[in-house]
């Protein structure tokens, strides 16, 4: 490709810069071949011409399309050159604010200087069992692939992390081995992984300091190899490190400090255990203080202490060895402030009272005399003596410097060995991954021997990887089959021989410590004139001759020689040391044990020569030590697989998220990076599957280009489109390309959308203008429509409105004369009407008085007639009454000798009924009589009314003819009164005028009065108001309890869900442990059985039942112990709380149902004294028939009688009637009424006989029926009767009654009386009560109405505001008041409705009994023998049980349970048929009474279930069958259990079949336990069934391929499948099918089916949200299209299965918000607010992380701005924080079994003969 397409208009170059290394351009014109210019504008928009050397025409480097930047990979661009690179890097850490990138097989890691929340378990098992290239870069991502390689390759691996100081290697290291503490666990008792991660902080606070560039470096360099059993467990860990920067411990330069551990004992130093140390500040000890910066910001010295002793603990360190630790820490602090004293030049001594020099030989143990000799003294030694010679005292600070340095080496050294040896494993090791956290390149001002070790170590380190890039380039090559060539890369071997060959740097550093007078001088001239000029990576600077060059791979280094000896050299004084070895500390005595192995061992060796030179030969220097260290850490790293993490510090202040360009490229250049990509970009960088090349550009085909092999189709693209075939190669798999083809093609592939856009753009344009031309056209028409219609409408309404003004004209004028006349006419008749109305009262007066005269006198006559008729009437009656009375008293004689008589008695009975018929026929002959009476009266009536209305018409006309002949003679008269009339009138108007006026006075009094009294009543008002507001106020603050008490409901509903969830967990992690404990068992029994009886052989799936089941009771009982003796970190989340108020509401519940049960004994009493009343009242209820025969009867006259009454009163009173109504006291009248009240009491007579006559049948009835057996039932009371006729009475009572007769009529009546008085007694207290609640009605409404006047009145005087508010006020107060009422009536209700229930309970039991007892009487009747019938023998009726052995118990199980397939039981028989089984066994030990038997039953079942479920764990239908049968079982044993709350939907044989001898609510809870880890157990089975399709069927399949298009990806693609094997969303959906069908076949409850569901889609939304969060590349429009498809099918897929209510749908809300913040418009303010209240089921945190990731799949799409972001964290600050990024996959939601009875009756359960049990028998 030629560089003229290339470099085109609009391309963008890079330029170099001194400040920001690499500008972008723009190029202005296209570049030609020999032009020596290009035309360039910057992004500031500058323009420049860039020469161009046209003999060497090097173009500056092409920018990658923007598509292209922000990629994962680096090897991803397609044009790979260092500016790519960092701007790569700069966009990801600045705008994404990503701080891993990965660039090849390397993770570039910078520094964020700032904690983010991408570490926390949730991220570490998103990353876990993922392929590296599927994720966002991560360390996680690298620590995965490492393990993965380990367990798949079974080869060891090694994690390299580099850096310099302050890039974060220490951080990158903890986190990846914190990794893999969490994705493994340990396989021994004790947890290794905390003890590996509790090694950090004690080497970072023995190894770390702080310096200059970061205020955590890492001072050494550390290699820890985690080893792994064979189930890639960790075992244990071992740790090697590399040159201790001793030389920190004397000396710190201006702002560092010294290691941590020195500042946490001073900041401890108040602790009584530290008091002995004589310790205080670190200002007041040298070494401590020689930086000026004791205090790190934001850092704790005194915390940091605490978790240092705390790891030392967690370790197995004791506290004695720690205090050992502090001791001599605490004596190099106080050795460092030893004061030297100058005597002279060549002599120097130490004061004997030196108080540090006495506390360090205190804390050592050693004599202060001694040390004080040997500090300021050495000895010299030669072949025949030694000589003891004083030291000089800059001599003697540096050997008190050096024996500091050399006892914290040792500690250093002694506390590595011991964290070894806590971390050493006796389980065999299988493999190891090791991590390797050491120093990267460094260069300084001056750099001295510890620069050249770190330098050297650096290059063997880039060798090694150099290496391995070019291996792994070449390997791929040769997996692909394509022609390759080697690729030339940089080799640093040359450089490695300059420093470690023989007569290299570190050999003549060697020699020359081994020289007698050996200096740095002389070592520097040695080095000039072995190297100079003989090697072109050593140079000599020209201004100085104690120094020499070294070109690195990454940088030319200056090397100072100044100290390069002493600190090769590192010696100590020997006396100095010998003086420590003679104390009596042991930890002291422990650290020079090796140094003393080390020269017993060397003594051996050179016996045969002198011993003090082979001693000093024998001596290793630092720099042999640390060669060989080094040679070995490579072997080891040659031997695994090395992984690369490359730190970088972004910038020296410590800013975070700022990264400076000129920094990060010395590093990049440093760290091999830039090496990585120049090997890359020497092959073929870019690689694409046919599939992924196809699906990206298939636009740049045509249709016939197409075809169905892909592989062709891609070859026959690239031929057409690339010319040169040596920028690309076909490969078995991939297609490789050239450094710039992909931009290249992309270049062509947006051109051609762009084409195609405009292409688009155009024909909508026309079509759009088309449409808008037609219309305006149409628009146009119409408006000249509506134009002309409006000016011939305004033309005929201007000829309408002329004409009807002439109209209206006309018809004023005549309207204003028709007026005038009828003014003029009503006046005339007014005068008229005035004056006859004057004279009609006159002659009306005049007639009134006549007719009132006449009224009078008769009234008067009447009265006297009336008198003398009633003295006459009386006589009359009291003559007849004596002669009656005589006549009566004559028969009344003859009927007392004929009762005498026996045929009297017998005839009495039989004349009752003839008097009977003789009254009813007087009665209706009577009613006959009243009849004819009535018509009689009525023609009477008739007759006067006509003769009436003749007479009234002959008056009327009278007086017509009477007033008009004195109208015609009084008209002048009239006339004249009239006058009169007007003139009293006007005097009557004079007198108004004045007394209005009067009146005009007072109503102005009045008013004022009236003003004065409303101000009264508006400052009452106020007050009122007042008070109202402070009501008001009142209720706001119950209403805000009234909240708050809500908030707390909800609060404990929360935390019950938590604490049910923590049961739960808790739960699963004991049988967890329950398990684990048996397996050891087993094992050690299989173990011990297997050693003594090594021929024989048991089955191992049924060997130990027997013994298993004999040991359940006793496993069961001790489940409490183990809740209660659970770890002491679980106290965190205050489970005895949690407990005390779970036993508090269970206290509760139980006195509640207490409380309701003592309810129901009382009501229950009450019901059988009801019972007893019953019984004791039956004697009355004959007589209550005969009062209610006797009540009908009188009713129904009494009816009768009020009809004829208010008829005859109708008649009678009757005004409008045509006949007058007689005169009171007229002849008629008075006949009339005498008729009506006689035989009225002739009535009530005849009905008190008839009355008496039947109640007296009545009990001679129930005299018959006393011995029968309706007797009994009705027991009269008939000692009464012969008590009456017994007792003693008075002579005229016997006379009157001697057959008993009377007193029984007398009897009946009172009886009739008292029952009639206790009705109208009821009927006058329910007319009371109506009356008063009437009355409080209306009191309540008359008060409610006064308020309402008032508060209108108030509110009249109020402004508006005010009368809402009030209103509002008025409104609450009148609402709560309902509520109230409301409540209160509700609660009534409520007890009436269970008052009733519990009636019809009683009134069902009494009808059953009475049924029953009915069946038995209709039995009991014998029958009279009939001839023989042959009889069938009925059917045996079973009792719901199965009779069983309790030595079947084992086989029943093993049958039932161990052996049994649930796709057989599913499919051919019941649901639930084990749990029936096992229950129909319990019932028979529950009859039998054998609660031996009953609990090795149950304790059995528990055992057996859960042995299923731990070896079928991962079998979902197996699972899923045994959850449905425990929950079945345990519902089955509260539903027979016999408690109320559980046995009400039973039918009565279920009732019945209840447990009758044990309780087993202990049961239900181990069951519920059972079913809770079956539940959870289902859920993880579940779960990693769908696991891996998650991911792949939501985020990762396309409907349809290539439609939204795919980015490239470099180096680690992530594992992509073709379209024939890709998992789609059916498959999911399919997979969830097969789970529902599973449940529900095996008879699964819904509700347990609904929550179930419910998980599934919670993991569903956890794993594909996760996933989201953690990759850049599904971040774009089109993946939330079809996130949102997919859960579109979810969600169909619930309505199929009528699930939609079970909660699942929301379970998906965080995921569809996800989505629809992908597809939503990001650019404006009002954006963000959208956003931020659509995510309302997001964090925070997510909600920038989805932001931050977005990315453009295609050019047309746009980025996110930061600023736009700023606005949303901006508004989601008000929001609650949450930190959490992801969600817990792993949480599982809390279970409810809700009780589900069985409609299924026991004992119509059939056992199969294919389950084997045919021992059970049926009961």
Same mark, same amino acid.
């Given at each position: ?44 928009? #500058? ?205 710190? %330069? ?107 030989? @205190? ?43 050399? +006892? ?231 031997? #695994? ?35 990585? +990509? ?268 006509? @003769? ?43 007198? @108004? ?299 005229? +009572? ?98 009436? +409705? ?331 303010? %009002? ?93």
């Amino acid at each position: 490709m030629a560089a003229s397409e290339l470099y085109s208009k609009n391309a963008h170059v890079w330029l170099p810069d001194a400040s920001e290394v690499w500008k972008s351009a723009e190029l202005l014109r296209d570049y030609n071949p020999g032009d020596s210019t290009l035309s360039l504008q910057l992004e500031d928009g #500058t323009v420049l011409e860039h020469r161009i050397d046209p003999k060497t025409p090097n173009l500056p480097p092409l920018r990658n399309p923007n598509i292209l930047v922000g990629e994962n990979d680096l090897t991803a661009l397609s044009y790979l050159h260092e500016p790519a690179v960092l701007h790569n890097l700069k966009v990801r850490f600045i705008d994404s604010k990503l701080i891993y990138t990965y660039c090849g097989i390397v993770l570039v890691a910078i520094n964020p200087y700032e904690s983010l929340p991408i570490y926390e378990a949730d991220i570490i098992n998103a990353y876990s069992g993922q392929n590296m290239g599927d994720m966002d870069p991560h360390i996680f991502a690298v620590a995965e692939e490492a393990y993965k390689q380990m367990a798949r390759d079974q080869r060891n691996q090694s994690i390299i992390v580099s850096g310099e100081s302050g890039a974060g290697k220490t951080v990158s290291a903890k986190y990846a081995m914190r990794y893999f503490a969490t994705v493994s666990s340990s396989s021994g008792e004790t947890n290794v992984e905390e003890k590996v991660l509790a090694s950090s902080p004690i080497m970072e606070a023995f190894g770390n300091a702080k310096t200059t560039r970061n205020d955590n470096s890492s001072r050494f360099g550390k290699y820890i190899e985690i080893g792994f059993d064979k189930d890639l467990c960790i075992i244990g860990a071992n740790m090697r490190t590399y040159l201790l920067e001793k030389s920190r411990v004397v000396f710190q %330069a201006c702002g560092e400090r010294n290691y941590h551990i020195f500042y946490q004992l001073c900041a401890s130093s108040h602790l009584p255990e530290f008091k002995a140390f004589k310790l205080g500040c670190a200002e007041d000890f040298c070494c401590t203080n020689q930086g000026q910066s004791p205090v790190i910001d934001g850092v704790d010295d005194a915390r940091e202490m605490c978790s240092t002793r705390r790891a030392f603990s967690l370790l197995g360190i004791d506290e004695n060895d720690q205090l050992d630790i502090y001791q001599i820490l605490s004596a190099i602090l106080h050795l460092s402030n030893v004061d030297v004293k100058e005597q002279s030049a060549d002599r120097c001594s130490i004061l004997p009272d030196n108080a540090h020099l006495m506390v360090f030989c @205190e804390l050592m143990g050693v004599p202060c005399d001694e040390m004080a000799h040997w500090l300021c003294h050495k000895k010299l030694q030669t072949t025949t003596e030694t000589f003891v010679k004083p030291v000089s005292k800059v001599n003697a600070v540096h050997g008190r410097d050096a024996l500091a340095k050399h +006892i914290y080496a040792r500690l250093f050294t002694w506390i590595v060995s011991s964290i070894n040896a806590a971390l050493t494993s006796t389980v065999k090791q299988r493999s190891f991954i090791g991590v390797l956290d050491i120093y990267g390149f460094e260069t300084f001002d001056v750099n001295s021997f510890e620069q050249f070790c770190i330098n050297y170590a650096n290059e063997k380190l880039q060798q090694q990887f150099n290496l391995h890039v070019f291996k792994l380039e070449q390997e791929e090559y040769m997996k692909e089959e394509i022609p390759w060539t080697l690729i030339d890369f940089h080799d640093n071997q040359p450089c490695i021989n300059l420093i470690e060959a023989k007569l290299g740097v570190l050999d003549l550093l060697d020699e020359e410590c081994k020289m007698p007078k050996g200096s740095d001088d002389t070592w520097a001239q040695k080095l000039y004139n072995t190297h100079l000029k003989q090697s072109a990576y050593f140079d000599k600077p020209r201004l100085s001759n104690k120094a020499f060059i070294i070109h690195h791979f990454a940088d030319k280094v200056e090397y100072h020689c100044v100290g390069f000896l002493e600190k090769n050299k590192d010696t100590v004084n020997e006396e100095q040391i010998n003086v420590l070895k003679k104390s009596k500390f042991d930890l002291l005595l422990k650290l020079f044990e090796d140094e003393e192995k080390n020269k017993a061992s060397t003594n051996k060796l050179s016996s045969s020569g002198r011993a003090g030179k082979a001693q000093r030969d024998t001596k290793k220097t630092v720099g042999l030590q640390f060669r060989q260290s080094l040679h070995l850490l490579m072997d080891t790293l040659n031997a #695994t697989t090395p992984h690369y993490v490359r730190c970088i510090k972004p910038n020296d202040i410590k800013a975070p998220f700022t990264l400076d360009p000129l920094r990060a490229v010395q590093q990049l250049r440093a760290c091999g990076v830039l090496e990585t +990509i120049r090997i890359s970009a020497a092959g073929f960088p870019s690689r694409w599957t046919y599939q992924e090349f196809f699906g990206r550009y298939r636009i740049l085909m045509k249709q016939k280009e197409v075809l169905p092999d892909r592989k062709q189709s891609c070859k026959n693209l690239l031929e057409k489109l690339i010319q040169d075939q040596q920028k690309y190669q076909f490969g078995k798999n991939k297609i490789f390309f050239r450094a710039g083809q992909v931009a290249y093609l992309e270049k062509l592939r947006s051109d051609k959308l762009r084409s195609a856009c405009v292409g688009i753009q155009k024909t909508i344009r026309c079509w759009v203008a088309r449409r808008k031309y037609l219309r305006m056209r149409e628009s146009t028409i119409i408006i000249q429509k509506h134009v002309r219609a409006h000016q011939a409408r305004s033309y005929v309404q201007f000829l309408r409105k002329t004409k009807a003004a002439i109209v209206i004209q006309s018809n004023v004028r005549m309207w204003s004369k028709k007026r005038r006349f009828l003014q003029q006419r009503s006046a005339a008749v007014t005068i008229q009407r005035v004056w006859r109305g004057r004279v009609a009262r006159k002659q009306y007066f005049k007639l009134l008085f006549e007719s009132k005269a006449l009224v009078i006198q008769k009234t008067v006559r009447g009265w006297l007639a009336k008198q003398r008729f009633r003295r006459a009437m009386e006589a009359v009656v009291l003559l007849q009454s004596c002669v009656r009375r005589m006549r009566a008293k004559k028969e009344l004689k003859k009927l007392r000798v004929e009762a005498r008589s026996v045929e009297h008695f017998k005839k009495l009975n039989v004349g009752m009924e003839n008097k009977i018929m003789q009254l009813q026929h007087k009665i209706n002959e009577q009613h006959k009589e009243n009849r004819e009476l009535t018509e009689k009266l009525s023609v009477l009536e008739k007759t006067n009314s006509t @003769e009436r209305e003749k007479q009234s018409r002959e008056i009327e006309n009278l007086r017509k003819s009477e007033q008009e002949a004195r109208g015609k003679a009084e008209t002048v008269p009239s006339l004249l009164e009239q006058l009169s009339f007007l003139q009293e009138e006007l005097e009557n108007t004079r007198r @108004e005028k004045e007394e209005l006026e009067v009146h005009t006075k007072t109503f102005k009094e009045e008013t004022r009065q009236t003003i004065h009294e409303l101000n009264m009543k508006n400052s009452l008002l106020n007050s009122n108001i007042e008070e109202l507001n402070q009501e008001f106020s009142i209720q706001a603050q119950q209403l805000t309890e009234i909240k708050k008490t809500l908030e707390n409901s909800k609060q404990l509903e929360k935390d019950l869900t938590e604490e049910r969830c923590r049961y739960q967990s808790l739960l699963s992690e004991h049988l967890q442990l329950e398990e684990q404990h048996k397996d050891l068992k087993e094992e050690m029994s299989v173990s011990v059985i297997s050693s003594k009886f090594s021929h024989q052989r048991t089955d191992s799936n049924y060997s130990s039942n027997s013994s298993e089941f004999s040991q359940i009771l006793s496993s069961t009982e001790d489940e409490e112990g183990f809740t209660q003796a659970e770890d002491p970190s679980e106290k965190k989340v205050d489970l005895p709380i949690l407990l005390k108020l779970q036993r508090r509401v269970k206290e509760l519940e139980e006195e509640n149902r207490s409380l309701w049960h003592q309810l129901d004994k009382k009501e229950e009493a009450q019901q059988e004294k009801a019972k007893e009343v019953e019984k004791q009242t039956t004697v009355g209820r004959t007589e209550l028939d005969v009062e209610k025969i006797k009540r009908q009867e009188l009713e129904s006259e009494n009816k009768r009688l009020k009809q004829d009454l208010s008829e005859l009163r109708k008649s009678l009173t009757n005004e409008n009637s045509d006949l007058a109504p007689p005169a009171a006291g007229s002849l008629p009248y008075n006949i009339l009424l005498d008729q009506l009240s006689s035989s009225n009491e002739e009535l009530e007579m005849r009905k008190e006989e008839v009355l008496l006559l039947r109640s007296h049948m009545v009990r001679q009835e129930a005299l018959k029926h006393r011995d029968s057996v309706l007797g009994e039932s009705v027991k009269l009371d008939l000692s009464e009767i012969h008590s009456f006729q017994d007792s003693d009475r008075s002579t005229n +009572i016997h006379t009157l009654n001697e057959d008993g007769e009377l007193w029984l009529a007398y009897e009946g009546l009172k009886e009739t009386n008292r029952l009639l008085e206790a009705q109208m007694q009821e009927q006058e207290c329910l007319h009371s009560k109506k009356y008063s609640k009437l009355v409080e009605e209306m009191n309540k409404l008359k008060a409610e109405k006064e308020q309402q006047q008032k508060l209108l009145a108030q509110s009249l005087l109020l402004p508006e505001d005010a009368r809402v508010e009030a209103s509002l006020k008025h409104e609450i107060t009148r609402l709560t008041a309902e509520n109230l009422e409301r409540m209160e009536e509700q609660e009534k209700q409520d007890k009436t +409705i269970r008052k009733l229930k519990k009636q019809l309970k009683l009134y069902m039991k009494k009808v059953e009994d009475l049924e029953v007892a009915h069946q038995m009487n209709t039995s009991s009747v014998t029958s009279t023998p009939v001839t023989q019938v042959h009889i069938t023998r009925k059917e045996k009726e079973f009792q719901g049980m199965l009779e069983f052995k309790e030595a079947d118990a084992g086989r029943l199980l093993k049958n039932l349970v161990l052996d049994l397939k649930p796709r057989g039981v599913a499919v051919s028989f019941t649901p639930g048929l084990p749990a029936f089984i096992i229950f129909m066994c319990v019932r028979y030990a529950d009859n039998v009474n054998d609660d031996r038997r009953l609990s090795t039953l149950l304790n059995s079942t528990i055992s057996s279930i859960k042995g299923v479920i731990k070896r079928k764990g991962n079998d979902f239908e197996v699972v899923c069958f045994w959850l449905a049968n425990a929950c079945r079982l345990m519902h089955c044993l509260k539903q027979y259990s016999g408690e109320e709350a559980f046995t009400v939907h039973n039918t009565a044989k279920q009732n019945k079949q209840c447990l009758a001898n044990f309780e087993l609510c202990e049961y239900h809870q181990l069951f519920g336990d059972l079913a809770i880890q079956i539940y959870r157990q289902l859920i993880k089975s579940m779960e990693n069934i769908l696991l891996p399709l998650i991911v792949s069927c939501m985020l990762e399949h396309e409907n349809v391929q290539g439609v939204l298009g795919s980015k490239p990806t470099g180096l680690r693609k992530r594992s992509s499948s073709f379209p024939e094997d890709a998992v789609t969303v059916e498959v999911l959906l399919q997979r969830l099918s097969f789970f529902h069908t599973t449940m529900s076949q095996h008879g699964m409850d819904s509700d347990v089916i609904k929550q179930v569901v419910r998980q599934q889609f919670y993991i569903i939304c956890a794993v594909t949200l996760n996933n989201l969060l953690l990759r850049k590349d599904m971040c774009s429009w089109g993946k939330g299209l079809q996130i949102r498809y997919n859960i579109w099918q979810l969600e169909e897929w619930l309505a199929e299965r009528e699930l939609t209510d079970c909660g699942a749908k929301e379970t998906l809300e965080p995921l569809v918000q996800a989505a629809q913040l992908l597809q939503i418009k990001k650019s404006t303010e %009002a954006d963000a607010q959208a956003i931020c209240s659509m995510c309302s089921s997001l964090t925070s945190a997510q909600i920038v992380k989805i932001l931050t990731l977005y990315t453009p799949v295609i050019e047309f799409e746009e980025r996110v701005s930061n600023s736009f972001i700023t606005t949303i964290k901006n508004i989601l600050k008000v929001r609650d924080k949450s930190s959490s990024l992801m969600m817990d996959a792993k949480k599982i939601f809390s279970v409810t079994f809700p009780f589900s009875p069985s409609p299924v009756p026991l004992e119509s359960i059939q056992i199969p003969t294919s389950l084997n049990l045919g021992f059970l028998i049926r009961v």
